[in-house]
């Protein structure tokens, strides 16, 4: 799938179909919302309503989605979705990543092959922009779907900026990452999986002012990517449940190994917290498992 992103108003769009950052009424409101709806004509809002006579009486929940009529909009489909109202101190990050899987998911249904995206939640839901860039092309990039390009559309100069720049951080490809670690010798392997397996219960104690001299075993033979780690790791679901690289492309794993061993050197202390709650076991576990199945 191609992600690009690009400055514009959605309602313009030619493509199959336009994503909605809908509330949960659907019937209607500001910002993207109320342009679509203005622009689409009553068509919209006739077919929302006889969805809200219907299975959706209680309105669309949060990070789900739901397909109308385009009306009089240059696409063939609307799909609504309600992203979270950002709030401290809660999970942000899962329900805004489910509205971009279940708007891919809802395309996929109606056979779309072209979806424009905006910044879902970025307005009056005052989700922080550049952590909502970084969950969005996050999400979209590792969501399997038949759709062959998403396009992000933003309005004003300083969200394309956001999420351009999110954009770029998904470089190197999986592949090219891949392709990277199928290069590296046996020996980097075998170093680092007996330096995983020679840590002990005590090598966890992160209280030590210096690592202990298995840690820095394995500090040294973890494998990385050149990647942009820092835009990387914003906003991603990764960095905060590492359990999740179990179902993630081994490249991620590598992306996530380059946060903790370039934060290190940012920050002291940064690895050892991530050997303590478990971050560098899921790496080595993912890395294990692929080159189990032949992928070096």
């Known amino acids: 799938m191609r992600i690009t992103v690009v400055r514009g ?20 409101g500001g910002g993207v919302d109320g342009a679509i709806h203005r622009r689409g004509g009553p068509a919209i809002l006739e077919e929302c309503r006889r969805l809200r006579a219907g299975h959706l009486g209680g309105g669309l929940p949060v990070g789900e989605a739901v397909a109308t009529t385009a009306g009089d909009l240059p696409a063939r489909w609307v799909i609504h979705t309600v ?3 950002h709030t401290d101190g809660q999970d942000n990050i899962g329900p805004l990543a489910s509205c971009f899987r279940e708007s891919l998911r809802v395309a996929d249904e109606l056979g779309a092959r072209t979806v424009a995206f905006p910044a879902i939640s970025t307005g009056v839901y005052r ?3 550049e952590e909502a860039a970084c ?3 996050w999400t979209l990039a590792r969501t399997p779907t038949s759709v062959e390009e998403v396009r992000l559309v933003l309005f004003d100069q300083k969200a394309y900026d956001t999420f351009d720049r999110a954009r770029e951080a998904l470089d190197p490809s999986d592949a090219q990452v891949e392709a990277w670690l199928r290069s590296l010798p046996d020996a980097t392997w075998l170093e ?4 995983a397996d020679a840590l002990t219960d005590e090598d966890r104690d992160v209280a ?3 690592y202990p001299d298995r840690v820095r075993r394995l500090y040294r033979s973890l494998p990385g990517a050149s990647v942009d780690w ?3 790791m914003r906003g991603n679901p990764l960095v905060s449940d590492p359990s999740l690289l179990a179902g993630a492309p081994v490249a991620d794993a590598a992306r996530l190994a380059t946060v903790y061993v370039r934060g290190e050197r940012f920050n002291d202390g940064v690895f050892g917290r991530a050997v303590q709650d478990g971050s560098v076991d899921a790496i080595v576990r993912r890395l294990r498992v692929w080159v189990g199945q032949g992928g070096c």
Do not use: C, H
């Open 9 to 28: 108003d959605i309602t313009e769009q030619q493509v199959d179909a336009v994503v909605n950052a809908a509330n949960s009424s659907l019937l209607g």
């Open 83 to 85: 992203g979270p109202v």
């Open 127 to 129: 989700y922080p922009l």
């Open 135 to 137: 969950v969005s092309l």
């Open 192 to 195: 680092l999986f007996d330096a």
């Open 208 to 210: 030590r002012p210096v």
């Open 230 to 232: 820092m835009k990387w």
